[in-house]
């Protein structure tokens, strides 16, 4: 059997080389594609490989179709939105995330970028502080939890607001306020943390009406994807109100005009880094491998996003 690991962002070496401890140990095969630049590579890099890790390397159809020997792929993270779900399900391919994994380094990154901009990204006499200001997490999930505790310890007042969590004890025992409405979390939130799943449902969702109701000074910090910003909403709010900001791990489609017009008050990570911390590569990395292993070997399809 062999275990394809394509990541075009690789992971660190330590995951690596966990990586290939847990194949090889089960008695398969590791083959490697880093860094590729072209579509072409993987393609020819899955043609016989029986199992996949990715990161957000996207997996197409065409990609699916060209790895005849597949069974399974696990993206090493969370989000699967960059997975062709109906192709892999079409050839009865089991896909997987690894939930949980790197959400700390993720949870981090936005309480980081939360202060960077509230010292107006490090511009002497000009900062305010996070402590005592309204934190809202939009969507409660693995991500959502952490950011909204450290923003707790911080100090901060978190509200946060999730429609597949009817659950009030999961909120009130982190001390978290839940509120009922999207609208009703924007409204009250100095910052807002993104931790919404690129999907149908929310493409395109967070612009224009909801960036114009926060509070005055108010951050819009995106970990999430960018795909769920509607991005002239973002522009003509970002016009309309100079107090807004906003700041990104994934730039958006329309970065270099949000920069040339709006300077100091947006920021975009040059390349994805909520997951680029040795301890995320590493979790999300051997979870990775171990699930495959597990399939393989046990049928175990605990962490399937395509059941
Ligand atoms: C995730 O969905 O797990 C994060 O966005 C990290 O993605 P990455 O592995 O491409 O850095």
Redesign the pocket.
């Given at each position: 059997m062999k275990i394809l690991v394509a990541t075009e962002?690789p992971f660190a070496k330590k995951a690596v080389d966990g990586i290939r401890g847990i194949v090889e140990n089960a008695g398969y095969e590791l083959a490697l594609l880093e860094k590729y630049t072209d579509k072409s590579e993987l393609l020819e890099a899955v043609a016989d490989a029986d199992a996949l890790i990715v990161?957000?390397d996207k997996v197409t159809a065409e990609v699916i179709a060209a790895a005849k020997n597949l069974k399974i792929v696990v993206?090493?993270?969370?989000?699967y939105d960059n997975v062709d779900l109906a192709a892999a399900s079409a050839r009865g391919i089991v896909v997987m995330?690894t939930p949980g994994q790197?959400s700390n380094a993720?949870a981090e990154l936005a309480l980081a970028m939360m202060i960077y901009m509230s010292r107006n990204r490090f511009t002497p006499g000009t900062g305010s502080e996070i402590q005592g200001k309204t934190l809202g997490i939009h969507a409660y999930g693995n991500v959502g939890k952490l950011v909204g505790r450290k923003g707790k310890a911080l100090g901060m007042n978190v509200v946060a607001y999730d429609p597949f969590i009817a659950d009030e004890a999961v909120f009130e025992a982190d001390g978290v306020k839940k509120v009922a409405t999207v609208e009703e979390l924007y409204k009250a939130s100095d910052f807002l943390s993104l931790h919404i799943p690129a999907t149908e449902q929310t493409k395109g969702s967070i612009g224009y009406d909801l960036l114009m109701s926060m509070p005055k000074g108010a951050t819009l910090v995106n970990t999430a994807?960018k795909e769920v910003i509607d991005e002239a909403g973002l522009v003509r709010a970002l016009t309309e109100r100079e107090d807004l900001k906003y700041i990104t791990d994934i730039a958006a489609g329309n970065q270099a005009e949000l920069d040339e017009k709006f300077g100091k008050r947006v920021f975009a990570t040059a390349k994805?880094m909520?997951?680029?911390t040795a301890e995320a590569n590493i979790n999300?990395g051997l979870a990775a491998a171990s699930q495959i292993v597990d399939f393989l070997k046990n049928g175990n399809t605990r962490f399937q996003v395509n059941k």
């Open positions: 962002k990161r957000s993206r090493a993270g969370a989000g995330n790197n993720v994807r994805k909520g997951a680029e999300a």
